[in-house]
Each structure stands twice: as structure tokens, then as C-alpha cells.
């Protein structure tokens, strides 16, 4: 920018408009500014202060700015679209990932115990029946003091099951368990997996089986069939009886030691 500038000469605005010069000021320079006309003749405006003037129209200064706002643009633009493509990427996985867990009940027990919700266990014995408790008393601790191992295991057709170890390192015998976040919820956990185990022992005919698991379920409120119910009550009976015979057998033969030994005590010793 030249700041010698004479009256009347043509000048510039920063925006590129034109004015006839007429003085420089403390605070800039007084211009009347130049209209075209209809006629083709330059008409003049009332003076205004502009605060820089150039002697030649700034396009080129211009024409960068608006180059280095049209970069900013574009660049904005593509970090836009990497975020609508990523977001689009997330909500997909994100579909997938509700899919597999609509699919398998397992897999949504992982992201649950990843994240600390996970509070109950029902720990599983297909023949003696199951056992509702918090995962520290489900779990409990090994002969090293040490809580024992629950892992997941991955089978045919997407099947996976959870199981507590023995022992911390995973060594020993596996228990399988059912995941669940409040005692209510491992509640109707248990249920379900009751309801799809009595169907599947009853078609097999496997009585015994049914008649604990029906057990375990009257212990935690979860509805059992009358008939259940009524094989249950027979169960504990004939249980009873059973115990009163072992005991009444027990009683006969230690009667029977206790007879032969005050037998061999009353027998006077051989000279």
C-alpha cells in the first residue's frame, strides 16, 4: 500500500471499490466513492473514511484470501465427511453388534462384564438343580485364597457358555453359570433356562432330574406346573421313608453288634 496519494487520483478499497482520493486523516483517508451510471458517467458519493486505500484494485491479495477460505472449506468438508463415514462405520458395528446379541444372550453378558454390571450368577447343575448368589459367592475363593476362574467358552454354531473353574488358574472340574445384573434378573435368567431344561429332561424321561430342578425352582419363586409340584412332594416323602428305613437298618445292625459284644462279654473265661 502507497500511502502518497493526490486529489482526485483513483483509489481502492480493501474489497476492491472505487473512490476519487481526497485527503489522509488521522484515522485513514477521505474518499468520495465512484458510482457507475447510467449514462456511463462516474458519479460521485458523499466523502467516507476508509482506513486503507490501495492505488491498483487488491485482487491478487484477494484472490488468496479467498484461495486460503476455499482450502479451510475443503479441508472442513473432508474432515466432515471422515466423521459421516466413521459415524457411518460405528452404527454399523454397532447394528452388527446387537444382532449377534439378539442371537446369542452370551455375547451381550461379555460387554456386561467388561463393564462391571454383571452382580449374579445361577450356577447350573443339570441334575441337582441351581443355585442363585452374588459372584462372590457364587465364585468364591480356591484353596489359595484366590477367586476362582470364570471364563467363556466358544462351541459349534455360535454357541457359547460361561463356566467357573475350580480353581483361580482354571484348572479342575467346570461348572457352567448363567450371567445376570441384579438378583431379580438372574431370577428370570434361571427361569428361562428351567423352563427350556424341564422341557428337554421331560422328553428324554429323565424323572430324577426334572424333580430337582423343580426343587431349585420352588426355592426361588419360579412358577412350577401342579404336577411338578405334586412329583416333588412325592419325592420328599418317599426321601423320608427311605431315610427312616437306612436309619431303622443302621439301628438293627449296630442292635445286633451291641448284642453280640455283651454276648462274647458274658461268656466265662476257659480255665
Known sequence: MNNQFEAG??????????????????????????????????????????????????????????????????????????????????????ASMRKRHEENDQLRNLDLWISGAVTHLVKIDHYSGFLIGTVESIL?????????????????????????????????????????????????????????????RGRNNQDHAVISLAKSAMKYGIPVSDELREKVANSEVEGRKRTIESAQKEFERAKQRLDAAVADASVPATP
Open 9 to 94: 487520483q483513483t483509489v481502492y478499497s480493501i474489497h476492491g471499490e472505487s473512490a476519487s482520493f481526497v485527503a489522509q486523516t488521522s484515522s485513514g483517508y477521505a474518499v468520495e466513492p465512484i458510482y457507475e451510471h447510467e449514462d456511463g458517467e462516474p458519479h460521485y458519493g458523499p466523502v467516507k473514511s476508509w482506513p486503507e486505500v490501495y492505488a491498483e484494485p487488491p485482487v491478487a491479495k484477494l484472490h488468496g484470501k479467498v484461495q486460503e477460505l476455499e482450502a479451510r472449506i475443503n479441508e472442513r468438508r473432508k474432515e466432515l465427511n471422515d466423521l459421516s463415514s466413521e459415524k457411518r462405520t460405528m452404527e454399523s458395528d454397532l
Open 140 to 200: 468364591g475363593y480356591d484353596s489359595d485364597k484366590e477367586m476362582r476362574l470364570l471364563s467363556i467358552y466358544g462351541g459349534t454354531k455360535n454357541h457359547y457358555r460361561w463356566k467357573m473353574a475350580a480353581y483361580s488358574d482354571g484348572s479342575g472340574s467346570n461348572t457352567e453359570v448363567l450371567l445376570a445384573t441384579s438378583e431379580e434378573e438372574a431370577r428370570q435368567v434361571a427361569a428361562k433356562w428351567y423352563a427350556k431344561e424341564v422341557a428337554a
